[in-house]
């Protein structure tokens, strides 16, 4: 009896091009969509972060953006997240310079982010063996340590350590 889950792995593609172009190989129109798809995520999820921020604090109260990253993550082979967090860093980019943090605060925050979403998908993916389905109690249990505790436990050392290293706190707070 065939079961109903879903499979969140990605189909492979072709090993011979059509075309004869390595570059069609690399681009196809799915990891292009991906791409596509990603930075747009990250962008809304950036200007949501930026409206949960209570002034004149720089830090908000939850960033989605995280959230779309690792489930983009989750969703991609380990061989394509390069280019997930391609994707992700112009949305970065675009979103943080529009807020007035200082340029390399916004890319100490996008590597703390990175790091986040890497260890979170990086652990799950490691834990799980094989394809990420939340139908058992087991794999969403795994999410919950793996990406909700374990993942921002670890990065939340490299963000303060970020914090700490640029000023940012006493340029903010005038202390």
């Avoid at 889950?5 to 593609?13: I, K, N, Q």
């Avoid at 090993?15 to 596509?36: C, K, M, R, V």
């Avoid at 930075?39 to 409206?51: D, Q, T």
Wanted: glycine share 8%.
């Amino acid at each position: 009896m065939k079961s109903g889950s879903v499979s969140f792995a990605v189909a492979e593609p072709q090993s011979e091009p059509q075309n004869g172009s390595t570059l069609s190989t690399i681009f196809d129109q799915h990891l292009l969509a991906t791409a596509l798809w990603v930075f747009a995520g990250y962008y809304l999820g950036c200007k949501i972060g930026f409206a949960l921020t209570f002034k004149p604090h720089p830090v908000s109260v939850l960033w989605p953006p995280n959230s779309v990253l690792v489930a983009a993550l989750l969703l991609t082979p380990p061989r394509k997240w390069w280019l997930v967090l391609s994707a992700a860093l112009p949305a970065h980019l675009a979103a943080q310079l529009q807020s007035h943090v200082p340029p390399l605060m916004i890319l100490c925050w996008f590597i703390s982010n990175s790091c986040e979403a890497l260890i979170g998908a990086g652990l799950m993916r490691y834990l799980v063996g094989g394809p990420i389905r939340f139908t058992t109690l087991r794999s969403v249990g795994l999410f919950c340590l793996c990406v909700v505790f374990i993942g921002p436990f670890f990065s939340s050392f490299l963000d303060a350590a970020f914090v700490v290293s640029n000023h940012w706190g006493k340029a903010v707070t005038g202390s």
